[in-house]
């Protein structure tokens, strides 16, 4: 999960100045895929995707109790549709990790094919002849 730690803070992505394109499709899988993990697993946490608005990095994954996000549909965890008025950085603070959210953690990182998931084509508007999609 080549972008999990810049998702962590809103010092990621350089502060906000670096943000790939890849980014916003990347931290909807990561929280679609850990969710599924973690309620597997049986953890009482949940992530959600947060789209902060302001100066700093815009894409962030935040913790919540696995209740408090229940009956809440998949995508709008994943898409940063959903807060409920809640801003993490004035109204809450975040659960801890349980072990279970832990070890689905551990396991999306473990999982060379996480990052495979999304495929994000850049253009060049005008010039459709201009291959702009080298491999990292």
């Known amino acids: 999960m080549k972008y999990w730690e810049e998702f962590q803070s809103k010092w990621g992505f350089g ?13 909807y899988v990561y929280v679609r895929e850990i969710n599924r993990l973690a309620a597997a697993k049986g953890s009482a946490v949940r992530l959600l995707a947060y789209d902060r608005g302001g100066m700093h990095n815009p894409y962030l994954i935040c913790r919540v109790p696995a209740d408090m996000v229940l009956g ?16 993490p950085e ?24 996480i990052d495979d998931l999304v495929d994000v084509d850049v253009s060049i508007a005008g010039e459709p002849g201009i291959d702009c999609n080298i491999a990292a």
């Open 72 to 87: 809440v549909p998949e995508p709008d965890l994943c898409k940063g549709a959903w807060a409920n008025g809640w801003k």
């Open 90 to 113: 004035t109204d809450w603070i975040e659960p801890g990790e349980d072990d279970a959210m832990i070890e689905a953690v551990e396991e999306a990182q473990a999982d060379d094919g």
């Open 15 to 27: 502060d906000g100045d670096a943000v790939p394109p890849d980014a916003w499709a990347l931290r």
